[in-house]
RNA sequence: GACCCCAUCGUCCAGAGGCCUAGGACAUCGGCCUUUCACGCCGGUAACACGGGUUCGAAUCCCGUUGGGGUCGCCA
């Protein structure tokens, strides 16, 4: 992949077996990965997949303070996660240095960068010679100002000429002379100066020349045509932006080591990269990379921008916000799939009105052009639905499996129960789990030997109207007590008998016997909960509400 | 401030000049189911930012305004 410095037009892009697409994920590894951050791998993953190319991954590790072994782990223990794999081996960036280094010679060596002080950062220079005309144009019009007029300060818009003094002096700010084109300067004597002739005098200065010291007149009007870069972005469609506001671009720092820009376009070539698919905020770093490659002698990647992710409030995140990293969703208890599902589907949809989606289905149905314009702000009580679909979808020894881990995670042991009781209390609370953290809160009253009622509950139902509740648990209590096997179906008879007997509603019993055993008004149904409670709590349970009464 | 980009229900998305009386999802409200809580089912409220054009016809095209975002580093 070496190059041999050269004049830029002896090169090319690199050789590649196929033009398939290569599009890569480029995070620096900070020890946590934001979502925004994973959605960019997501859309990168996806459009690999549905184009049939390869997703690779560039670890930009240069700054040793914060990238630290362990953040490595944290990005790809998330990858992971999410089943996000490169199909390559990792790129990473710090040992690319030498050909960083190599790239920011080259460019000095073809007099392209340089570097304005001996010991000052190497500078790329916005001159003509980096100009092609497949990403710089002329606009078709002139822009004319008059400068006599100024009262004050004036400023064209966008070029980097300003009249000051009242308008007794046009200074040119850092005049990019390459940036105008035909610039024609009128002067108050009536004679009229090119652009050329002042850039001779000027002597190619770039540092800020007062036009009249050049033009021993007073300037009355200016007249030039702008310069435009532009591309096709993959989502944003054409941009453009006027050449004269963008500026000579640091490749290296004093020290000599490179810039992100510089090091971004070198992995990027060299890795063979097809598509630059990346978040809004590099659009304006695309126009200056497009010079860079011009610099480097190859043909640019394409360049595709998605949109930001919002936090709820529609503004941009920030490290206040928190919730907003990978690590969040898993202990929260958001599956995989269904984050994947979710980010995919902030800022692109399949054109349809499906959303919960299978990764085959996003594979096929995934396209730039149906990737969004505008910013996407989270919808995390969406999110929350989402994963209850995706909890109800999992095959049960699966969700079996989860929920385990749940269990210790909170700090029990799942295995010191018996497998066929968990198999059911997995699917009694499959639907009323929205993430899997849930789930050792919601059944603690499965697994503790006394339980808690709550206050709220204890009065609603057990002490209202006289302690009707309580009542009913006294008489229930025997006929429960004489329930043979205590399976849901023996409990079921037992209690429908019971209410034959005292002529109740299966209301009156099944609450405050609910409360009375989980401590709680809400439960899965009456007789799963009891067979799930088992028979020695539940009548213990049962005495112990009676007592406290 | 300059430059660039964006703009449909509270939120996410559909809509690429007539299929729009603007569709779906989440949320919300009401109802059904039901022993509770959920699940499920049925229904309702709710949007084309504003102003000009172009056109027989505009949410869709153009211009302006407003609002939001991005970028202006020897950070990435």
Request: one cysteine or more; hydrophobic letters at 40%.
């Given at each position: 992949m070496a190059r041999a410095a050269g004049s830029v037009q002896d090169a090319r892009?690199?050789?590649?077996?196929?033009?398939?697409?290569?599009?890569?994920?480029?995070?620096?590894?900070?020890?946590?990965?934001?979502?925004?951050?994973?959605?960019?791998?997501?859309?990168?993953?996806?459009?690999?997949?549905?184009?049939?190319?390869?997703?690779?991954?560039?670890?930009?590790?240069?700054?040793?303070?914060?990238?630290?072994?362990?953040?490595?782990?944290?990005?790809?223990?998330?990858?992971q996660w999410l089943e996000l794999e490169p199909d390559e081996?990792?790129?990473?960036?710090?040992?690319?240095?030498?050909?960083?280094?190599?790239?920011?010679?080259?460019?000095?060596?073809?007099?392209?960068?340089?570097?304005?002080?001996?010991?000052?950062?190497?500078?790329?220079?916005?001159?003509?010679?980096?100009?092609?005309?497949?990403?710089?144009?002329?606009s078709r019009h002139p822009v004319?100002?008059?400068?006599?007029?100024?009262?004050?300060?004036?400023?064209?818009?966008?070029?980097?000429?300003t009249t000051r003094g009242a308008g007794r002096e046009a200074v040119t700010e850092r005049l990019n002379w390459d940036a105008l084109t035909d610039l024609e300067i009128a002067t108050a004597d009536a004679a009229t100066h090119s652009g050329a002739a002042l850039r001779a005098r000027a002597g190619e200065s770039r540092e800020p020349v007062?036009?009249?010291?050049?033009?021993?007149?007073?300037?009355?009007?200016?007249?030039f045509r702008r310069r435009f870069v532009h591309y096709d972005d993959l989502v944003l469609g054409r941009l453009e932006k006027p050449l004269d506001s963008i500026r000579d671009l640091v490749i290296a720092r004093a020290d000599g080591s490179p810039v992100f820009h510089l090091a971004n376009c070198v992995d990027d070539h060299e890795m063979g990269v097809t598509h630059v698919l990346r978040g809004n905020d590099h659009?304006?770093?695309?126009?200056?990379?497009?010079?860079?490659?011009?610099?480097?002698?190859?043909?640019?990647?394409?360049?595709?921008?998605?949109?930001?992710?919002?936090?709820?409030?529609?503004?941009?995140?920030?490290?206040?916000?928190?919730d907003a990293y990978v690590g969040d969703f898993q202990a929260r208890g958001i599956l995989p799939d269904c984050l994947f599902n979710f980010l995919a589907l902030c800022g692109w949809s399949p054109g349809d009105?499906?959303?919960?989606?299978?990764?085959?289905?996003?594979?096929?149905?995934?396209?730039?052009?149906?990737?969004?314009?505008?910013?996407?702000?989270?919808?995390?009580?969406?999110l929350l639905w989402m994963n209850q679909r995706y909890i109800a979808a999992m095959p049960p020894e699966k969700l079996q499996a989860a929920l385990?881990?749940?269990?210790?995670?909170?700090?029990?042991?799942?295995?010191?129960?018996d497998p066929a009781w968990f198999a059911f209390l997995a699917e009694q609370m499959r639907p009323?789990?929205?993430?899997?953290?849930?789930?050792?809160?919601?059944?603690?009253?499965?697994?503790?030997?006394?339980?808690?009622?709550?206050?709220k509950a204890r009065r609603k139902v057990l002490l209202a109207n006289g302690g009707a509740g309580l009542d009913v648990l006294r008489r229930v209590r025997e006929p429960l007590a004489a329930a043979g096997d205590w399976t849901v179906a023996s409990l079921e008879t037992a209690i429908t008998a019971f209410l034959e007997a005292s002529g109740l509603e299966i209301g009156q019993v099944a609450q405050p016997l609910r409360v009375a055993v989980t401590g709680r008004a809400a439960s899965p149904g009456i007789h799963e909960t009891l067979f799930l409670v088992g028979r020695e709590r539940t009548l213990r349970r049962i005495a112990e509400a009676l007592r406290s009464e």
């Open positions: 892009p690199p050789e590649r077996s196929s033009m398939s697409v290569r599009v890569r994920f480029a995070p620096s590894p900070t020890g946590h990965v934001h979502i925004g951050n994973i959605r960019a791998a997501i859309l990168n993953w996806l459009f690999a997949r549905h184009e049939g190319g390869q997703f690779l991954l560039r670890v930009e590790d240069t700054d040793r303070e914060r990238s630290t072994p362990e953040a490595v782990q944290t990005l790809l223990a998330a990858m081996e990792p790129v990473y960036q710090s040992t690319r240095r030498p050909r960083h280094d190599a790239a920011v010679a080259a460019m000095i060596e073809r007099g392209l960068a340089s570097r304005i002080t001996p010991d000052g950062p190497a500078v790329l220079h916005m001159t003509s010679a980096l100009f092609d005309p497949s990403f710089v144009t002329e004319e100002i008059d400068v006599s007029q100024a009262e004050t300060a004036i400023s064209a818009p966008g070029v980097a000429v007062a036009l009249e010291s050049l033009l021993g007149s007073r300037p009355v009007s200016l007249r659009v304006e770093n695309t126009y200056r990379h497009l010079f860079i490659y011009r610099a480097m002698g190859v043909t640019p990647p394409q360049f595709g921008h998605f949109p930001m992710i919002l936090n709820d409030r529609g503004r941009p995140y920030s490290k206040r916000d928190g009105d499906r959303e919960v989606m299978s990764k085959a289905e996003m594979i096929e149905a995934f396209t730039l052009d149906r990737v969004v314009k505008s910013g996407a702000q989270l919808n995390m009580k969406k385990r881990g749940e269990l210790r995670r909170a700090g029990r042991d799942p295995d010191a129960v009323r789990l929205r993430t899997l953290a849930e789930f050792p809160v919601e059944t603690a009253c499965f697994f503790d030997e006394d339980v808690t009622i709550d206050d």
